[in-house]
T-cell receptor, first 116, second 112 residues
Framework: DTAVSQTPKYLVTQMGNDKSIKCEQNLGHDTMYWYKQDSKKFLKIMFS???????INETVPNRFSPKSPDKAHLNLHINSLELGDSAVYFC???????????????FGPGTRLTVL | EDQVTQSPEALRLQEGESSSLNCSYT??????LFWYRQDPGKGPEFLFT???AGEEKEKERLKATLTKKESFLHITAPKPEDSATYLC?????????????FGEGTQLTVNP
């Protein structure tokens, strides 16, 4: 009964390669996110989708491209991987807002990407 | 730009030794402040949401409070299983979508 799942959990690859990380949530949420956590544990948002529509697109290199085939899935494709892309990438989801208040985000287990 | 600063960076406690973690924030207009717990090798786990100054929430040995400039996470009589990194995050009214701005976390270690 995993709520937010990511695959793979670990990804080791060479510089210059292209790779994808997949995320799925079975919570029925409308909004999904990608975060990057660097070696200092600092979590920073990269993208957010609401009902398959991109609503947050932070200043990340064009090599990163999110894709949402439906509202339960949000994938992250990375082209021409660089050493600095090594980090843990987290997917998250949140339910629709109620009465203007903000609902908490639920995180997946993370994908540790190592670029050699 | 929204900013979140957490202190201390690391905290070591003996089992049963109560203490507090601090989260100072600067936002244009606070919609919500969130506390998460993160265990090694796992994703952040939601703990609390606070919306307005003066609000308090409790869960087991944890109590979160909020003022106009900061939030505290009080840990009463901690146990070794409370060891984790505690993350604070804010969302502002003026930010687009559902963006959370996180602090760098406080790594808590509780020794038996």
């Amino acid at each position: 009964d995993t709520a937010v799942s990511q695959t793979p959990k670990y990804l080791v690859t060479q510089m210059g390669n292209d790779k994808s990380i997949k995320c799925e949530q079975n919570l029925g949420h409308d909004t999904m996110y990608w975060y990057k956590q660097d070696s200092k544990k600092f979590l920073k948002i990269m993208f957010s989708y609401n009902n398959k529509e991109l609503i947050i697109n932070e200043t990340v290199p064009n090599r990163f491209s999110p894709k949402s085939p439906d509202k339960a899935h949000l994938n992250l494709h990375i082209n021409s991987l660089e050493l600095g892309d090594s980090a843990v990438y987290f997917c998250a989801s949140s339910p629709p807002r109620k009465d203007g208040s903000y609902n908490e985000q639920f995180f997946g287990p993370g994908t540790r990407l190592t670029v050699l | 730009e929204d900013q979140v600063t957490q202190s201390p960076e690391a905290l070591r406690l003996q089992e049963g030794e109560s203490s507090s973690l601090n989260c100072s924030y600067t936002v244009s207009g606070l919609r919500g402040l969130f506390w998460y717990r993160q265990d090694p090798g796992k994703g952040p786990e939601f703990l609390f949401t606070l919306y307005s100054a003066g609000e308090e929430k409790e869960k087991e040995r944890l109590k979160a409070t909020l003022t106009k400039k900061e939030s505290f996470l009080h840990i009463t009589a901690p146990k070794p299983e409370d060891s984790a990194t505690y993350l604070c995050a804010v969302q502002a009214y003026e930010t687009s979508g559902s963006r959370l701005t996180f602090g760098e976390g406080t790594q808590l270690t509780v020794n038996p």
